[in-house]
């Protein structure tokens, strides 16, 4: 076959090779595949130390560990809450993230605002969920302007003992 | 030296030659274990139990730096409405970040809310959303300069200082998990909180629910509790048809629910 056949295809094979020349120079050593191999994880391997070292904020384990960091210290309290209506809630919901507390900062910023509440008792009309159990108020028509707190005691909400 | 002996000693040279340094290693089963880790992180969503408080999203929020003033976020939580005379309005402002404190939906910016009848309701239920940390993630196929990835114990992460910002990945998602941070100028998305769960916490939003709709799993530990729930239980996972194999599953899903 005649040179102008194979031309193009010298050329091509040149391209190519170029591309894997310059890709193996500029791709740096710490990239590889995972389990999952090049097409799903093909990535910097240091990168997941990078997330792994994120800080933490949030130190409460939830019900499922039984409030383990905040009862270090509150372990009083946290014994009686987890008793209550709002047992379910973890301690952070409400009083805010940790962080390093007791160190940085010291005292928590409790969010006592009407907002917090009527993220679950703003009344909807939705028989079929979940949300039918928790009981709701109208939040245009109920004691507007007044914290919620100012009269119900969020750590022993029971009307009866208000 | 006779012609035959030669092609014979030339295959034995060449063979030879052909086997790679690496399979004369002797293998060692910790390196084996290091590739085939006996964790893969699986995520559970009990839309029965959801009443849309948003904490988790606050949660979220709070814990990944993601601002509440930019309209995204790495979770969110839908409301689905259908009323009696079989009208379907699903809404999400603002992600529930601040739950769901009207009755009315939110049709989105240019169209304003939409009052509903409350004995007009027939049936509503929240359902929680967040990546799906796909096995076979389409966004992490497009990605063109290798910034974004799935790690081996399952989790599709992005390595910011790679990331280019040009969007493939958002654009690939199909369950809309993905959006481009605002202040770090990167895609970004659920991590499955990987600084909190490889530490042995619960991600925060899970440790957020008060009502427990959100769950999560080693689904390679067939003891785990919850592994047992996605094992042994009717759950179902969004979009399936996509085949993009999702790892969250969900309990009470409904058609509308993509």
Redesign the interface.
């Known amino acids: 076959m005649k040179s102008h056949v194979w031309r193009p295809l010298f050329v091509v094979i040149g391209i190519v090779a170029a591309i894997l020349l310059f890709r193996a120079f500029y791709v740096p050593d710490n990239f590889g595949s995972g389990e999952y191999g090049f097409m799903y994880s093909f990535h910097n391997k240091d990168n997941d130390e990078v997330w792994k070292q994120q800080p933490l904020k949030y130190r409460d384990t939830g019900k499922q560990k039984m409030h383990e960091y905040c009862g270090e210290c509150h372990g009083g309290e946290v014994e009686i809450r987890t008793e209550d209506l709002h047992g379910t809630i973890p301690c952070e919901n409400c009083h805010g993230p940790a962080l390093d507390h007791p160190e940085n900062p010291e005292l928590l910023a409790i969010d006592r605002s009407r907002d917090l509440c009527l993220r679950c008792h703003t009344l909807l009309p939705y028989t079929t969920s979940e949300r039918k159990r928790i009981p709701g108020i109208d939040p245009k028509e109920h004691n507007v302007d007044e914290f919620c707190v100012d009269c119900h005691n969020p750590h022993n909400p029971r009307l009866e003992d208000m | 030296m006779k012609r035959r002996d030669f092609m014979k000693k030339t295959i034995v040279v060449i063979a030879g030659a052909s086997v790679p340094l690496s399979a004369l290693d002797l293998i060692d089963p910790k390196e084996v274990l290091a590739?085939?880790?006996e964790i893969h992180w699986a995520f559970l969503i009990d839309t029965?139990?959801?009443?849309?408080?948003?904490?988790c999203v606050?949660?979220c929020k709070?814990?990944?730096d993601i601002p509440f003033e930019a309209n995204v976020s790495r979770t969110w939580v839908e409301r689905y409405?259908y009323t009696k005379d079989d009208r379907r309005y699903v809404d999400s402002p603002q992600a529930a970040q601040?739950?769901?404190?009207?009755?009315k939906i939110d049709l989105g910016e240019h169209f304003g809310f939409q009052e509903i009848d409350?004995?007009n309701?027939?049936?509503?239920?929240?359902v929680p959303k967040l990546c799906n940390h796909c096995e076979?993630?389409p966004c992490?196929?497009v990605c063109p300069v290798?910034?974004?990835?799935?790690?081996?114990d399952g989790v599709v992460?992005v390595?910011?200082?790679?990331c280019i910002g040009c969007g493939y990945c958002i654009m690939a998602c199909p369950f809309g998990a993905r959006f481009f941070h605002p202040t770090e100028h990167v895609a970004d998305k659920c991590?499955f909180c990987?600084?909190?769960i490889?530490?042995g916490?619960?991600t925060?939003c899970?440790?957020?629910c008060?009502?427990?709709a959100r769950k999560m799993c080693n689904i390679r530990d067939i003891n785990d509790p919850v592994t047992k729930i996605i094992l042994n239980e009717r759950v179902g996972v969004l979009k399936d048809e996509f085949g993009t194999r999702p790892q969250a599953f969900y309990i009470g899903l409904a058609s509308e629910v993509r």
């Open positions: 590739a085939n880790p029965y139990k959801c009443v849309g408080c948003g904490f606050k949660a709070t814990e990944n409405v601040y739950g769901f404190t009207e009755a409350p004995d309701v027939g049936k509503a239920f929240f076979t993630p992490t196929q290798g910034a974004t990835y799935k790690t081996d992460l390595d910011r200082s790679w991590t990987y600084h909190r490889t530490k916490l619960e925060a899970v440790n957020a008060p009502f427990s």
